[in-house]
T-cell receptor, first 117, second 114 residues
Framework: GENVEQHPSTLSVQEGDSAVIKCTYS??????FPWYKQELGKRPQLIID?????GEKKDQRIAVTLNKTAKHFSLHITETQPEDSAVYFC????????????????FGKGTLLTVNP | EPEVTQTPSHQVTQMGQEVILRCVPI?????FYWYRQILGQKVEFLVS????????KSEIFDDQFSVERPDGSNFTLKIRSTKLEDSAMYFC????????????FGQGTRLTVV
């Protein structure tokens, strides 16, 4: 089955700096890669996702890049703010046209991002 | 904005007891999931449910686990005889379409088995 590795496990940056979190996946059939942010005691919330037919996607200060050949994808947060502090999870999912496909998410172990004011 | 809701937020149970975790997915969603997160570890897939049946389950989802959608709105996870190692945060999630779309997560139920 799919295996997702995520690095680093903890990341501390100064406010205004950039943060980069990297993930690798094992199953070349995976074609959907969401990133979730989880604040302490709260639910995981999607912040950005990318599908395998694109290499990069950007939404304001957040961007995700995907390298299908190398099977890795990264989250980039620019101009970090204290409210960006949270645990970030990458995930991979296999999607297709077969009926009843479940599109389960396989998660990385998470990165605790701390943005110091 | 519609949300996935879960009850209870925290459940403490004795080892060997049955527990039922409840979820109300977003109303027009068709695909439902349970995940769990042991403290400090990754979120792990348990089971997916579509068209009133299980579509996939993980190795974790053994005979002690079952899911049900009893009334068209609730989606429940039952653990028949809880073990200490079942202690975790359990998340319900739902998504609307078959093609890869966002999975919306509930706020979780923290299950503590003592």
């Amino acid at each position: 089955g799919e295996n997702v590795e995520q690095h680093p496990s903890t990341l501390s940056v100064q406010e205004g700096d950039s943060a980069v979190i990297k993930c690798t996946y094992s199953d070349s059939a995976s074609n959907y890669f969401p990133w979730y942010k989880q604040e302490l005691g709260k639910r995981p919330q999607l912040i950005i996702d990318i599908r395998s037919n694109v290499g990069e996607k950007k939404d304001q200060r957040i961007a995700v890049t995907l390298n299908k050949t190398a099977k890795h994808f990264s989250l980039h947060i620019t101009e970090t703010q204290p409210e960006d502090s949270a645990v970030y999870f990458c995930a991979a999912s296999i999607g297709g046209n077969s009926g009843g496909s479940n599109y389960k998410l396989t998660f990385g172990k998470g990165t605790l991002l701390t943005v110091n004011p | 904005e519609p949300e996935v809701t879960q009850t209870p937020s925290h459940q403490v149970t004795q080892m060997g007891q049955e527990v039922i975790l409840r979820c109300v997915p977003i109303s027009n969603h068709l695909y439902f999931y349970w995940y769990r997160q042991i403290l400090g570890q990754k979120v792990e897939f348990l089971v997916s449910f579509y068209n009133n049946e299980i579509s996939e389950k993980s190795e974790i989802f053994d005979d002690q686990f079952s899911v049900e959608r009893p009334d068209g709105s609730n989606f429940t996870l039952k653990i028949r005889s809880t073990k200490l190692e079942d202690s975790a945060m359990y998340f319900c999630a739902s998504r609307r379409e078959q093609v890869n779309t966002e999975a919306f997560f509930g706020q979780g139920t923290r299950l503590t088995v003592v």
